[in-house]
């Protein structure tokens, strides 16, 4: 097993120099169910050619099986999965393999997270807690676990139930780690929206509105913490923050942005203000653009169409134009359906350059399977993201037609009261905005669409309920 | 966006921030409204800012050409207002072209107080933002202010004596130190934390009648004009404030300094006063500590 290993790191040197995998070294290997060795062999053989993604097929062959093989090949694996940034095939396969020990400690924090993360995304919350918690505070991979563990904590369904405080600890711990790169970044920003989030579950609305407000701006998750917060501003009280707030995510700027639920939040605002005519102009702009998406979803969720159709349904410019409204943008910012885009991206080029130097055999074997599984579980993806997509949008449609319901209802009171509503909104004057501190600059809303000013927006609305008319509880 | 703003965005850019978005179904309301109250990207208030004016080239000036450097320190007490200090050097102060014609010319020189020229000073003067505006450039956002400020100095001042010819280089001698007082306005643009530019037009007015040239009055100078014409001047029986040095010795070129005497002696004893102007285009670069 050693000399073969030898033989196919040394033709895979050569190969490289050579700028590509030769047919001869793709031919030392043989097929990878011979044994776990000559799994081991090919799959480091493609490495070595830089077929990282091919490569998984092997190695997850010889790490399956105990033996001289197993310990070499799952490092193996875990380096491919660090450059290729794999989400999908890796951890489902640490997962399912929990006794798999890497042989440096780095790798088993590795492989331990990436267990983790995928028993918290399948559901198995004990279990990722208890992965999770074994990485050390000190590692470069704590900020993720932490964050993982904050979002098991907090988890309704995990068993005993979630304990909101550990979660908070676990989450603003992330907030304290620095550097990281780019994902240290994310992660931290992800933290915060979930600190926010978790504040406003605990019904701290100042504290979650302030937390919201510390989102960075040019994280992924921005634009959705842009109109969540509104939530807090709207149970504080702040009407007119939450409704400037929500109104910001009309922007040019956030198109790419799916937030359907933003104008269910801007029409419940302007229903608490009796505003009855502009919370109609919402509802009825909503329903115009989200009831066609949402019977579209439907359809497509239902008929559960191949995988290749669900990919190409995001990667097709033309399909995922289609889905309209920002929907298809976000799918592809999802980053479990942007990992399996990628990975399958990569293999598609793997495969250009197995059949341009004529290498076939085993390896386009290994290529297809690995690609077939990879196809499936991004499908699988962007198939659960498309169906909570499309309950979510029934929700709010049938939240909007209850807004209607007591609209409709509130304006017969109107009547029953004798009560001219637009005389009344005439005679009321709007309050005065907030004028802010020295340091705040004041910016008129003409109609343009300012990036940095987006997000401090502030609006003031007349109350169009009659004095002695309790206004309609919904916060 | 302010007028300002606008007008800014159309002369140098002429470009949209963003695309049209689609309608609003608020934006028509009378019961609703929008304000955007945005925290300062870069706050000046307790700031210190150090500007420098390095070329600053006199405009619409009528008897005299003044270019000079300039260094300003703001103080920025709040977002609003700031006190500035300004010491300037005039290092080039002419007779303007207006002026030699007419002297070449007709043969009439302008009266000698309207003739002073600006030598250094320095002024001091409360400076207010009232307005602010902002413009995207290069996928930015760059925020200015309209400054306008105002207040008072002192600078040395000095006058033309002989004129420059083929004998050499023109003299001066110096009108003594006069109260200056300045006022202006401009664009202040803040280019991140530290950076700033200015572009300011400034006034600084000094006035005045040419009553001492060197330190000596009509009565010094009938003196020393009688000195020179019986022989040399000795300084004797001058006031202690006159300096009878400047009238001394010879110019580099060979002119001999004691003509200027009845040349100081005659603006002297022209008498009258004048306000005078030097108005700049002070483009400045500045630091915000």
């Known amino acids: ?475 | 966006m302010s007028v300002l703003g606008a007008l800014l965005l159309v002369t140098a850019l002429g470009a949209d921030p963003e695309p049209t978005p689609p309608p609003d179904p608020l934006a028509g309301s009378p019961n609703v409204q929008f304000r955007v109250l945005e925290p300062k990207p870069f706050p000046d208030a307790l700031r210190h800012e150090l500007t420098l004016q390095p070329f600053v080239p006199q405009i619409g000036s009528t008897f005299t050409t003044h270019w000079l450097s300039s260094f300003t320190y703001t103080f920025h007490a709040t977002e609003w207002l700031g006190l500035r200090l300004q010491p300037f050097w005039v290092w080039h102060a002419q007779r303007s072209r207006f002026s030699s014609e007419l002297l070449s010319r007709v043969r009439q020189d302008a009266a000698a107080p309207s003739s002073v020229m600006l030598q250094w000073g320095a002024v001091a003067a409360p400076e207010w933002s009232p307005i602010r505006g902002k413009f995207t450039a290069f996928g930015g956002t760059v925020r200015y202010g309209f400054v306008l400020f105002a207040g008072a100095g002192v600078g040395g001042t000095e006058i033309e004596l002989k004129t420059a010819d083929s004998v050499g280089p023109a003299t001066y001698g110096s009108t003594g130190l006069r109260m200056v007082a300045t006022g202006g306005a401009g664009f202040r643009v803040q280019l991140g934390q530290r950076w700033t530019v200015r572009l300011e037009v400034q006034d600084l007015i000094h006035w005045g009648s040419v009553s001492h040239i060197n330190g000596c009055n009509a009565t010094d100078l009938h003196t020393l004009d009688q000195q020179r014409t019986s022989g040399g001047i000795t300084g004797a029986g001058v006031s202690s404030q006159c300096n009878v040095g400047a009238f001394q010795g010879t110019t580099g070129g060979g002119y001999d300094r004691s003509n200027d005497v009845s040349i100081a002696q005659a603006k002297v004893n022209e008498g009258g006063s004048d306000t005078l102007h030097v108005v700049g285009v002070y483009l400045g670069f500045g630091v915000e500590l």
């Open chain 1, 1 to 475: 097993m050693r000399r073969q290993a030898f033989l196919a790191a040394l033709l895979g040197a050569l190969a490289c120099a050579k700028g590509g995998p030769s047919p001869e070294l793709l031919a030392v290997a043989r097929a990878p169910d011979a044994s776990p060795s000559d799994a081991l062999a090919l799959g480091q053989a493609l490495q070595a050619a830089k077929l990282d993604a091919t490569s998984i097929g092997p190695l997850r062959t010889a790490a399956a099986s105990p033996g001289p093989a197993q310990a070499v090949a799952i490092d193996a694996l875990l380096a491919a999965q660090a450059r290729l940034d794999d989400q999908l095939l890796v951890p489902a396969f640490l997962a399912a393999h929990p006794d798999l020990r890497p042989s440096t400690p780095e790798l088993q924090e590795r492989a331990l997270l990436l267990r983790g993360l995928e028993l918290q995304r399948t559901g198995a919350l004990e279990e990722a807690e208890k992965v999770l918690r074994r990485i050390p505070a000190g590692s470069p991979l704590a900020p993720r676990a932490r964050y993982a563990l904050g979002i098991v904590l907090s988890d309704p369904r995990r068993p005993g139930g979630p304990r909101m405080q550990a979660a908070l600890d676990e989450l603003q711990a992330v907030l304290d780690y620095g550097g990281g790169g780019c994902e240290g970044t994310e992660t931290r920003a992800l933290a915060q929206l979930a600190i926010a989030r978790l504040l406003y579950g605990l019904r701290q609305d100042s504290a979650s509105a302030a937390a919201y407000d510390r989102v960075p701006r040019d994280s992924r998750v921005w634009a959705e913490s842009l109109f969540e917060r509104g939530y807090p501003r709207f149970r504080m009280g702040d009407d007119g923050g939450a409704l400037g707030t929500v109104h910001a995510t009309q922007a040019p700027q956030l198109r790419d942005a799916f937030l359907p639920e933003a104008r269910i939040l801007e029409a419940t605002v302007l229903f608490h203000a009796c505003l009855y005519l502009e919370t109609r102009g919402i509802l009825d702009g909503f329903t115009g653009t989200y009831r066609p998406l949402s019977e579209r979803l439907r359809t497509l969720v239902e008929r559960r169409a191949s995988a290749a159709e669900e990919v190409a349904l995001v990667t097709d410019p033309a399909q995922r134009a289609s889905l309209g409204e920002g929907l298809g943008q976000s799918l592809l910012a999802e980053p479990r359906i942007a990992a399996g885009l990628r990975l399958l991206r990569t293999l598609d080029a793997e495969r250009a350059q197995l059949t341009s130097v004529g290498a076939g055999g085993a390896a386009l074997e290994q290529l297809d399977g690995v690609r077939e599984e990879a196809e499936q579980a991004t499908a699988q993806s962007i198939h659960a993201r498309l169906a909570e997509v499309s309950a979510s949008l029934r929700d709010l449609l049938e939240q909007a037609d209850v807004l209607r319901f007591e609209m409709t209802k509130g304006e017969k009171e109107l009547l029953d009261a004798d009560v001219d509503q637009r005389k009344l909104l005439a005679a009321r004057s709007l309050p005065s905005l907030p004028t802010g501190g020295p340091a705040d600059e004041r910016w008129r809303v003409d109609g343009e669409w300012w990036s940095d000013e987006i997000g401090f927006q502030r609006a003031t609305l007349k109350d169009g309920c009659p004095a002695q008319k309790a206004t309609p509880s919904v916060r």
